[in-house]
């Protein structure tokens, strides 16, 4: 079993930027790949980004690309996305997934963990 626990969202205004964190217990952090995602007001989720278990491969929606950068620190079982140049349209709630296979969390289908969201809203 795997927890995740995401902090460090907020409102901030539109050009400003956040970090999320997100916390994993358990000892085998390092066996997953890790993703973020968000759902907006009346929207589905969607994915934002991704990174493979050693953090050696990255993935962002296109939305992100440039602006949100993913990251994680194997050592302290935490994964980051840190947001600049923020937008009102990257309002949402931001969910940290976790899973054994890098493209399960790029098709974000059957992923085996969610954490419960931080919501983040950009002010224009």
């Known amino acids: 079993q795997v927890q995740l626990v995401e902090s460090g969202g907020g409102l901030v205004q539109a050009g400003g930027s956040l970090r999320l964190s997100c916390a994993a217990s358990?000892?085998?952090?390092?066996?997953?790949?890790m993703g973020w995602f968000r759902q907006a007001p009346g929207k589905e989720r969607e994915f934002v980004a991704a990174?493979?278990?050693?953090?050696?491969?990255?993935d962002y929606a296109d939305s992100v690309k440039g602006r949100f950068t993913i990251s994680r620190d194997n050592a302290k079982n935490t994964v980051y996305l840190q947001m600049n140049s923020l937008k009102p349209e990257d309002t949402a709630v931001y969910y940290c997934?976790?899973?054994?296979?890098?493209?399960?969390?790029?098709?974000?289908?059957?992923?085996?963990?969610w954490g419960k969201g931080t919501l983040v809203t950009v002010s224009s």
């Open positions: 997934a976790a899973d054994g296979t890098y493209r399960t969390v790029l098709d974000g289908y059957g992923i085996d963990y």
């Open positions: 358990g000892r085998t952090f390092s066996r997953f790949a």
């Open positions: 990174i493979s278990r050693a953090g050696g491969s990255t």
